[in-house]
């Protein structure tokens, strides 16, 4: 559908981590009008062979101001890495549209210590889906641990690991991964953390956590 002309729509902040509070500003919409807000994300699988699609739900309802303009705080949704469109839309015409980026984050780590062998989980939220953003890749004190992808869970991730090494302090990151491999096998996933991912990494802006 194309956009109604003269409108626009703004999301301030443009990325932060699922729950983040954002603002959707606009003008050149119909004085008074009511619109509704819909929010864009996927569902599907990239392993399961039976693909994937773009699903869209509503998640508010505007009433322009007499000026043409909107003003309309957003909470992120709890929802997938990565690019999801906010559009505008009065009955079934697009009336403005803007974009918001999910970026990882981490929920919670239990237990924070205890004696080599305890069992501890990371919680994450925000994992993506594309092929930019779909692995995020785990290190133990610079030692490759494994890495964990959020899709058919919508974003929502645990990490258990067990504590290893020696007391004191230990390190664990969490670095974005490369999704890529020979034009043969061009599903095979590369499952090493990027660490050069703050220079190169393809796609939305990841943070390493």
């Known amino acids: 559908a194309e956009q109604i002309a003269g409108a626009e729509l ?14 959707l500003r606009g003008e050149g919409f119909k004085p008074d009008a009511p619109l509704t807000v819909v ?3 996927y569902v599907g699988s990239r392993v399961s062979g039976e693909g994937f699609t773009s699903d869209q739900h509503e998640i508010g309802q505007i009433k322009v101001d007499p000026d ?17 469109e906010v559009s505008l839309r009065s009955g079934n015409e697009l009336a403005a549209r803007a974009y918001f980026v999910i970026e990882t984050s981490i929920v ?22 594309t092929e930019y953003d779909n692995i995020s890749a785990a290190t133990y004190d610079n030692a490759y641990m494994g890495y964990a992808c959020g899709f058919n869970s919508q974003g929502d991730v645990v990490i258990n690991f ?10 664990i990151d969490l670095y974005p991964g490369i999704y890529q491999g020979p034009p043969t096998e061009p599903q095979q996933f590369y499952r090493l953390p990027q660490l050069t991912y703050a220079e190169d990494h393809p796609g939305n802006k990841i943070p390493a956590l």
């Open 68 to 84: 043409g303009r909107i003003n309309w705080p957003l909470t992120v949704p709890d929802d997938l890495g990565g690019l999801h």
């Open 10 to 23: 703004r999301v301030t902040p443009t990325q932060g981590p699922v729950g983040t509070r954002v603002v």
């Open 39 to 41: 929010w864009e994300t």
């Open 162 to 171: 067990t504590a290893a090494g020696t007391p004191g302090a230990h390190v």
């Open 108 to 129: 919670e780590m239990t237990p924070t210590s205890g004696p080599a062998g305890t069992r501890v989980s990371i919680h994450l939220k925000g994992v993506g889906w």
